[in-house]
């Protein structure tokens, strides 16, 4: 195994035993900041050594890029030069993305598909431009609702007093406004994250979210809870269905026989994804010790945003797609360190891989696939901290061939992904209507996620579903840690 850094320390925390105390340790290294674990980065190091002194910066451009990168990999100087590579500098995905964003609000304008492809800083640097080079204007438009929502929302006997505003469904939530639940929220988000009390209706084929005023969540209480009491509410819960009025999410609170406490949350999968999580958690915990919230992006400005955009350039990217299946299968490799000899993200790694898996499976050489993917790769400031669902199920078409060298097949998978995500802002119905198709004769059968976190591991016959595209056993899913 490759370490990613190496942090020097002066002595190692000790227990009374004498031992290394590794909890210490463990709390010590999460203290630190993405810049100063990019100070002792392994690749830094390596490559300070063998190159030597730092290449000057000569452009303007090259410096707003150099304060960019500093601000976005919290770097405390400017110790680097032409010589830096981002990746190298601790930068991923989302980082190129927050990159992408701060130079967006210096008026300099690069995708990170360029970002990814040219990890250099000079490289980099020639790929910035500025928004004035070819900047389009976005014409501020007005939503107005149609007229059936109106009628929709006075039928169920809301009144105008009792909403705030109503909002065009951005893709990830049209797609997931269904009677699923999923789990992990708190009652104090409400008042701050207006999409806990939206409640949503259709109109003619398209989704409106209507946020009401009462931020007072729908809660059930229990005691006394036996086991047997404890699977039946949950179970009653797990049979409900979310109805137009009410917002789409509601809380139980199981005081168990044991004298244990249980809260269980369920809500729609259109109110939340992965990032949003993250958001929630970092929210809660700022009210837990009565902190301020850090700057966020509300949701509401990406709805509109998105509603409002060109959506031309979208749908003419998409391709018919080809039916294929799905398989999984347990890898044990080590990722990082071949990520940064190939210069692709392990997200793009693990893509390839299903993607030869799917040609190798279904016997073709052209196959496609839904790509769960979190899209914040959007034109409004601090796209990281919209909070609301930006999830979307993207569509991936894939051509294989076979003598084609691995390094470059990663690079074009990349280069493809990245292309893809910059026409992200349009939903599955939309890419159906504009190729006169429809999703329940031609969808994608296959469903392709990154999950880069740590699940917690099953055990014995334990299973999860994966929202009805077939059975990942637990387990198998935390060893390859890219769900398929």
Known sequence: ???????????????????????????????LTQGELAKSSFDKIGKAQSKGAVMPLVSETQKVLQQGWIETLQFADDQFGLEA????????????????????????????????????????ADQLKGESD?????????????????????VAGLQPADYEYIYPCPPGQAEFLTQEQWIDLVRQLTTTNEILRTTFTRCHGKWYGVVVRDANPVVEIYENVS??????IIKTLDHHRFVFVRPFIRYAILQLSTGETEIVTKLDHGLYDGTLLRIFAEHFEAYQHNLPLERFTPFKAFAFHIWQ?????????????RINSVHVQTINLEFDAFAKTTGATVSIIFQSIFQLRLALRSNHRDVA??????????????????????????????????????????????????????????GMDEIHEACATTREGFSNKTLFLFQPFEPATATGKQYQKFGGHGQVRGDDAAAIRGGL
């Open 369 to 426: 696939f839904d790509y769960l993917y979190t899209g914040r790769n959007i034109d409004l400031p601090d796209p990281q901290t919209i909070n609301g669902t930006c999830e979307n199920l993207l569509p991936v078409r894939s051509k294989i061939d076979p003598s084609m060298p691995v390094s470059e097949f990663l690079r074009q998978t990349q280069d493809e992904f990245w292309q893809y995500t910059e026409n992200s802002t349009v």
């Open 1 to 31: 195994m490759i370490p990613n850094a190496i942090v020097p320390l002066s002595s190692l925390p000790r227990l009374p035993s004498g031992k290394a105390n590794r909890k210490q340790l463990k709390a010590m290294v999460q203290s």
């Open 85 to 124: 590579d981002f990746l190298s500098l601790s930068g991923d995905s989302i980082a190129a993305i927050n990159l992408v964003s701060s130079l967006r609000r210096k008026e300099f304008k690069i995708s990170v598909r360029d970002v990814l492809k040219y990890p250099g800083l000079g490289a980099m």
């Open 227 to 232: 086991d047997e009491q404890r699977n039946q």
């Open 134 to 154: 070819n900047a389009q204007e976005i014409q501020q438009q007005t939503f107005t609702p149609p007229s059936e929502a109106d009628a929709a929302i006075a």
């Open 309 to 321: 955009i060109d959506k031309s350039r979208a749908l003419s990217s998409t391709t018919e797609p």
